[in-house]
């Protein structure tokens, strides 16, 4: 059986039809759909470029298919576009098969409603928070209290009419967006196939750590400075917090903290950010990477740290901090999305709050000793990330979506 995933992602396509996508949604991610499913088509956003970007990675392989809808860049794009977009997902619906959506997504929505009005059924993944990802100061739009609902009850119908529900996060977004009236979770009880037509879930992250990432040793902290922080994270939206991060590092250094920074990620905000920089006099104490490969670059980075900082406005389980988690790297969060399911309350400050930030890096930077037992902890809760901790709840979700798919192919589903 062939599934459909359709996702807001984008992807690269060359003249020769080949397809690129940076870390993390490339073949290799695309493969584990395989493990359950004969062939997997993939329904995202695609840019038509002269040739694969530097660094990204292919996309196709046997059985992996992509259908490319016209690229957008925010919402009054995609407002704008619309018409064209939604002829295109709707004319990539598939006749047969699984789907699965990875929502929250526009590309998803549109595709769902459609599935909907011909009765057929589908998967979801929840990935991200749309009510998280239209608060106040993440994005700027006239529409985005409109946005913030609109969305929010998009993912609260799908979670409700979905066959089957999976979830980045234990327990964050399970509360906002709940799974149909049964509720019941697929790693506590097997149910009969006839009992499922709703509510089934399970949760597991989209991030899988293969044994290079992990380190081999803790870390041995610094009794004194000077200290180096990095942060990882895409620049084309302000909600990954770099600009309170800036700021908090700016007060760390007037209180006497000599802290250098390393900013990796790249997008239209960078610019704005290194111009922030400049104002508080860091422009020699931050450096901006730009986008980095995956793999060894990234870890030669974090290797080279002694605190991570995530202090992002909206997440669902952020890859970067898992990874920094795995190098046996001390980190600090916003209280925001998965990150408290992965760092302890200790080592979590309030989103958008530079203040709070800034002492609570001062507060750990200031405690070796601290800094070792976060060293310890986070390389112990970054190994239930491999692909043996991860696997076995995934393929059991896949393989629920494709037998009631097949069951309501064969009439036994209404």
């Given at each position: 059986?062939?599934?459909t995933?359709?996702?807001?992602?984008?992807?690269?396509?060359?003249?020769?039809?080949?397809?690129?996508?940076q870390a993390?949604?490339?073949?290799?991610?695309?493969?584990?759909?395989?493990e359950?499913?004969?062939?997997?088509?993939?329904?995202?956003?695609?840019?038509?470029?002269?040739?694969?970007?530097?660094?990204?990675?292919?996309?196709?392989?046997?059985?992996?298919?992509?259908?490319?809808?016209?690229?957008?860049?925010?919402?009054?794009?995609?407002?704008?576009?619309?018409?064209r977009?939604?002829?295109?997902?709707?004319?990539?619906?598939?006749?047969?098969?699984?789907?699965?959506?990875?929502?929250?997504?526009?590309?998803?929505?549109?595709?769902?409603?459609?599935?909907?009005?011909?009765?057929?059924?589908?998967?979801?993944?929840?990935?991200?928070?749309?009510?998280?990802?239209?608060?106040?100061?993440?994005?700027?739009?006239?529409?985005?209290?409109?946005?913030?609902?609109?969305?929010?009850?998009?993912?609260?119908?799908?979670?409700?009419?979905?066959?089957?529900?999976?979830?980045?996060?234990?327990?964050?977004?399970?509360?906002?967006?709940?799974?149909?009236?049964?509720?019941?979770?697929?790693?506590?009880?097997?149910?009969?196939?006839?009992?499922?037509?709703?509510?089934?879930?399970?949760?597991?992250?989209?991030?899988?750590l293969?044994?290079?990432?992990?380190?081999?040793?803790?870390?041995?902290?610094?009794?004194?400075?000077?200290?180096?922080?990095?942060?990882?994270?895409?620049?084309?939206?302000?909600?990954?917090?770099?600009?309170?991060?800036?700021?908090?590092?700016?007060?760390?250094?007037?209180?006497?903290?000599?802290?250098?920074?390393?900013?990796?990620?790249?997008?239209?905000?960078?610019?704005?950010?290194?111009?922030?920089?400049?104002?508080?006099?860091?422009?020699?104490?931050?450096?901006?990477?730009?986008?980095?490969?995956?793999?060894?670059?990234?870890?030669?980075?974090?290797?080279?740290?002694?605190?991570f900082?995530?202090?992002?406005?909206?997440?669902?389980?952020?890859?970067?901090?898992?990874?920094?988690?795995?190098?046996?790297?001390?980190?600090?969060?916003?209280?925001?999305?998965?990150?408290?399911?992965?760092?302890?309350?200790?080592?979590?400050a309030?989103?958008?709050n530079?203040?709070?930030?800034?002492?609570?890096?001062?507060?750990?930077?200031?405690?070796?000793?601290?800094?070792?037992?976060?060293?310890?902890?986070?390389?112990?809760?970054?190994?239930?990330?491999?692909?043996?901790?991860?696997?076995?709840?995934?393929?059991?979700?896949?393989?629920?979506?494709?037998?009631?798919?097949?069951?309501?192919?064969?009439?036994?589903?209404?």
């Amino acid at each position: 059986m062939e599934v459909t995933v359709a996702l807001d992602a984008r992807y690269t396509v060359a003249p020769d039809g080949s397809v690129w996508s940076q870390a993390g949604m490339a073949r290799q991610f695309w493969e584990r759909y395989l493990e359950v499913f004969d062939r997997v088509r993939i329904i995202a956003r695609g840019a038509h470029v002269d040739g694969p970007p530097k660094g990204w990675m292919p996309v196709l392989g046997k059985n992996i298919s992509f259908y490319g809808v016209p690229d957008f860049h925010g919402p009054w794009q995609c407002l704008k576009r619309y018409p064209r977009l939604r002829a295109a997902i709707r004319s990539a619906a598939p006749m047969h098969g699984a789907v699965i959506l990875r929502v929250g997504s526009q590309i998803a929505n549109v595709l769902e409603r459609h599935l909907r009005r011909r009765g057929r059924v589908y998967g979801l993944e929840v990935v991200g928070d749309p009510y998280e990802v239209f608060a106040p100061g993440v994005i700027d739009h006239p529409l985005r209290p409109f946005l913030r609902w609109h969305f929010s009850r998009c993912l609260r119908r799908q979670c409700v009419h979905a066959i089957g529900v999976a979830y980045v996060t234990k327990r964050a977004l399970q509360k906002r967006y709940p799974a149909g009236a049964m509720s019941a979770s697929v790693s506590d009880v097997d149910l009969p196939a006839e009992a499922v037509l709703s509510g089934y879930s399970t949760h597991y992250s989209n991030v899988e750590l293969d044994s290079e990432g992990i380190a081999e040793c803790l870390r041995e902290p610094k009794q004194h400075g000077p200290y180096r922080l990095a942060t990882v994270g895409s620049l084309a939206q302000p909600y990954k917090g770099t600009d309170v991060l800036i700021e908090a590092i700016a007060r760390c250094v007037r209180a006497g903290f000599d802290l250098t920074a390393v900013i990796v990620g790249d997008g239209k905000c960078r610019p704005g950010l290194m111009a922030l920089a400049a104002r508080l006099h860091l422009a020699t104490r931050i450096d901006f990477t730009g986008q980095v490969t995956a793999g060894a670059a990234i870890r030669a980075i974090l290797d080279s740290a002694d605190l991570f900082v995530l202090p992002s406005r909206t997440e669902g389980l952020p890859r970067a901090l898992v990874e920094a988690m795995a190098r046996a790297l001390p980190c600090i969060g916003s209280d925001v999305g998965g990150i408290p399911e992965l760092l302890d309350a200790s080592e979590l400050a309030p989103a958008g709050n530079p203040a709070a930030l800034a002492a609570k890096i001062q507060e750990v930077l200031g405690n070796p000793l601290r800094m070792k037992t976060m060293s310890r902890r986070n390389l112990a809760n970054a190994r239930e990330y491999c692909d043996c901790a991860l696997g076995e709840p995934r393929r059991r979700f896949y393989q629920h979506v494709r037998d009631c798919t097949q069951r309501w192919e064969e009439g036994q589903l209404a």
